[in-house]
């Protein structure tokens, strides 16, 4: 079993930058390939980022590319979100989530076994 934590929401003008950490346990990640998904108030949960469990692939949600970074630190058992230009179409819940090995579609919420219980992120206009 993985558990996973995030952090690092909160609530930040438009144009400015936020960094979320999604925080591992029970199980080391470097064999899992690592997602972020948000859910916005009566809109269904959508892909942001993801990344391979080699970290050697990484794919962006279209709203985000050019704006968002994934990364993931093994050595910490930590995924990261890095988000700079933030917009207030960007306010949702953030979820990390995780599966083991090479996933065929990481933008599919049905493709991850663990999930975290979310970070509230708030962009102000």
């Known amino acids: 079993q993985v558990q996973l934590v995030e952090s690092g929401g909160g609530l930040v003008q438009a144009g400015g930058s936020l960094r979320l950490s999604c925080a591992a346990s029970?199980?080391?990640?470097?064999?899992?390939?690592m997602g972020w998904f948000r859910q916005a108030p009566g809109k269904e949960r959508e892909s942001v980022a993801s990344i391979s469990w080699t970290g050697g692939s990484t794919y962006y949600a279209d709203s985000v590319k050019g704006r968002f970074t994934i990364s993931r630190d093994n050595a910490k058992n930590t995924v990261y979100l890095q988000m700079n230009s933030l917009k207030p179409e960007d306010t949702a819940v953030y979820y990390c989530?995780?599966?083991?090995?090479?996933?065929?579609?990481?933008?599919?919420?049905?493709?991850?076994?663990?999930w975290g219980q979310g970070t509230q992120v708030t962009v102000s206009s």
């Open positions: 989530a995780a599966d083991y090995g090479r996933i065929s579609n990481p933008d599919r919420p049905y493709e991850y076994d663990y």
């Open positions: 029970g199980r080391t990640i470097s064999s899992y390939s």
